[in-house]
């Protein structure tokens, strides 16, 4: 049993070692030298490998013929191979001969290609690297003429496009690391531009604004064409320029001069008929260069913020005014055109850059403007006291304003800051005027103008206007019966109007309230300034009798003149006098109290004339009854009523009513103050021939009475001022108590004008007289009796008056 199994792995091992590779067949033989069949396993190797001889011994004998043919064969071949090799060797031979020169020439085709290839390398590299040296050299060449925002788009186009595709080489490593360093460099030069302009329009600011105000003040003198917008030529033309600023080709075509330029550009060669716009005094290109830069360099918001805020401060700068500018016209003028000049250059960059400044910043900024300017102008006005000036002033602002107005800016708070003026320069006018007609009642003579020729009378009638038929058939020497006060003051009054009528103009005011200013500062000049210098006049010490008929005079022919002064303010505003809202002029109550005032003076100063020669008055209250003489008037009395008659005299060119009152007036002081000379506390004792004397001078007043001083006066009326007087004299001279004391009070009472105390007074006075008088003796027992009837008088008087009282 174990042999077969044996004889069975031998054979199994040996078909393995047949049919396995050689190089695998270590494990087979291992497995052989493992067991303990060796020996037996050699036998059965040898008898197979004897078998395989056997096999390859028949293969060999079969093939043999095959073979042998083969070999012969291949004889004939080998003959045949030696004269191929020998033709093949002389072929090759001759191949190499002819082909030598050949591969001389491959050899430098080779040569040629290579560098052809090296060639196109070269030019592949070089067509990359050379646009980045000519940028470059481009960028430099930009700087060096300081044509920044170019020179920033060729430094964009460099780092973006050229050195990306020229590779990786040293000096493109150069360049790219200096080109920070290069937009670091524009923008801060592009920025000191800006800052030197800025300065520069700072600076310059008034030369601009007096150029804008020059072309506005020619557009409105022109008066043919409707306003268009002052300083700007169109703003398409503007857009247009500034536009033009902001591409390359527009800055890089910029000249060098206008690259450098601060700002301001030389226009002193402009023809004198053509003003400059802002855009011909300015060179805005620094702008719109540092614009456009900061907008690549992604940096709008900073450079945006840094201008307005830089305008903002320079805006300040501007308002300030300086402090002395009220002293000058020339002051305001440079306040105004650095204010214009202001804006007209933040409209030109509103209209010409799109967002560097918008409406919403440059309406804040005039706001700001407006307030300030309102308030510097308020201030400073107020100092001013030359009406010239505030009218100059007034002129100026109306053409700031509209050339401001011409730009868009809205101007109506100025205009309503005028009308405020307008009252300050009323004011101003009234002052002025205060002066001229304090200077012209001064210089007046208050004597009726004499006229001697026609042109004379012509030249006074031109300056007033006056309606005197009589006075014109009168011949020549003749008298016009005011003074020169009255064609002065007339003329005057319509230089008033003239000076508030220039204010008025280009004041955007409608007829009607031109009319209604014009009217209302008259009424100011007439019931203030002209009424307190008449009043002045009239007042004023030394004045005399004379001057002050004069005064009435004047003021009556002024009075009259009143309605030419309505109809020459209607002719100059074109508004009839009695349309609805027409303010009235207070004149005629003006010259009306004057008069009054005059009058008023002339009767104070006519009583206090009587008063001095009152004071001459030296009566001797003590004086006996005279004989059978007759009593003459006292001195001072026939001089008082000497100067009365001569005064009443003067008053014929007064109206009738004045002279009567003046007239009745001195009657009565004169009737009044001799009723008071007895009554006087310092005369104590009054004697009968005392009043006797009193009333010879009242009759002397009488008799001037009734030969009436005055004309107008109905039968005795003057007589009645001394009424009073002369029934109290009477009573006393007649000594008709009973008749006094039994009709008192009744209607039909002879001395009804006699007051009980004055007469008490008097009788107290008398009787005090009598208790001294002791001259004779033998009359003592007489004197008795008259001591005994005025007690008696003086007691029943008391009783009447405590009766009265009653």
Known sequence: ????????????????????????????????????????????????????????????????????????????????????????????????????????????????????????????????????????????????????????????????????????????????????????????????????????????????????????????????????????????????????????????????????????????????????????????????????IYTVLGLRDVFENYYRKQRRKQARLVLQPHSNMH?????????????????????????????????????????????????????????????????????????????????????????????????????????????????????????????????????????????????????????????????????QLKEFIYACLKYSEDLHLSSTEVDDMIRKSTNLLLTRTLSHCLHYAIKKKNVGLAELVQVIINTTHLEQSCHFLEEFISNITNVPPDSANATKLYGTSTFKDARHAAEAEIYTNLNAKIDQFLQLADYDWMAAVPGGGTLEASDYLIDLIAFLKSTFSVFTNLPGKVAQTACMSACKHISTSLTQLPLDPEVRQISMGALHQLNTDVKECEGFARAGPVAGFQGDTLLLAFSDLRQLLELFTQWDWSTYLADYGKPTCKYLRVNPQTALALLEKMRETSRKNNVFAQFRKTDRDRQKLIDTIIKQLRNLIAQHHT
């Not at 052989?32 to 078998?51: A, P, S």
């Not at 001697?452 to 020549?476: N, R, V, W």
């Open 1 to 292: 049993m174990a042999s077969v199994e044996t004889a069975a792995e031998h054979e199994r091992i040996l078909r393995e070692i047949e049919s396995t590779d050689t190089n695998c067949i270590g494990p087979t033989l291992r497995s052989v030298y493992d067991g303990q069949e060796h020996g037996l396993f050699m036998e059965k190797l040898d008898v197979r490998i004897r078998n395989h001889d056997r096999d390859i011994e028949k293969m060999c004998n079969h093939h043999f013929q095959g073979f042998v043919d083969s070999i012969t064969e291949l004889l004939k071949v080998r003959g045949e191979a030696q004269k191929l090799k020998s033709q093949v060797t002389e072929t090759n031979r001759r191949l190499q001969g002819d082909g030598k020169e050949l591969m001389s020439a491959m050899e430098e085709l080779q040569k040629c290609r290579v560098q052809q290839r090296n060639i196109a390398s070269t030019i592949d590299k070089l067509s990359h690297c050379l646009p980045v040296l000519e940028m470059y050299s481009r960028l430099q060449e930009q700087m060096r003429t300081k044509r920044y925002y170019p020179a920033l788009r060729t430094l964009e186009q460099l780092e973006h496009t050229c050195l990306p595709r020229a590779g990786q080489y040293r000096f493109c490593s150069i360049m790219a690391e200096n080109i920070p360093k290069l937009r670091t460099q524009i923008r801060d030069t592009a920025m000191t531009q800006l800052r030197d302009f800025l300065e520069s329009i700072r600076k310059h600011s008034d030369k601009i604004g007096e150029t804008a105000i020059r072309q506005a003040q020619l557009q409105r003198s022109l008066d043919t064409q409707p306003r268009t917008l002052i300083g700007r030529r169109g703003r398409k033309e503007a857009a247009a320029a500034g536009g033009g600023a902001g591409t390359d080709s527009g800055v890089a075509g910029g000249s060098p001069v206008s690259e450098q330029d601060s700002g301001i550009l030389d226009v002193e060669d402009e023809e004198d008929d053509e003003v400059p716009g802002a855009q011909d005094l300015v060179d805005f290109s620094p702008v719109y260069r540092c614009l456009h």
């Open 327 to 491: 002293e000058t016209l020339e002051g305001y003028r440079r306040y105004f055109n650095q204010i214009v000049g202001f804006f007209v250059v933040e409209d030109h960059v509103l209209h010409t850059t799109q967002g560097l400044v918008n409406r919403a910043y440059v309406e804040e900024l005039w706001e700001l403007a407006l307030s300030k300017l309102i308030a510097a102008l308020r201030t400073h006005s107020s100092y001013c006291d030359n009406p010239d000036l505030v009218l100059d002033l007034k002129n100026l602002i109306v053409l700031f304003a509209d050339t401001l107005q011409g730009y868009g800016f809205p101007v109506s708070q100025l205009f309503d800051m005028l009308l405020e003026m307008r009252e300050q320069y009323g004011e101003i006018l009234l002052k002025r005027w205060n002066v001229t007609f304090r200077q012209v009642l001064d210089q007046d003579n208050f004597s009726p103008i004499p006229v001697s020729t026609e042109d004379e009378y012509k030249h006074y009638t031109s300056q007033f206007p006056m309606e005197d038929p009589e006075l014109d058939k009168l011949p020549f020497p003749k008298k016009l019966p005011f003074s020169e006060f009255v064609p002065k003051v007339y003329c």
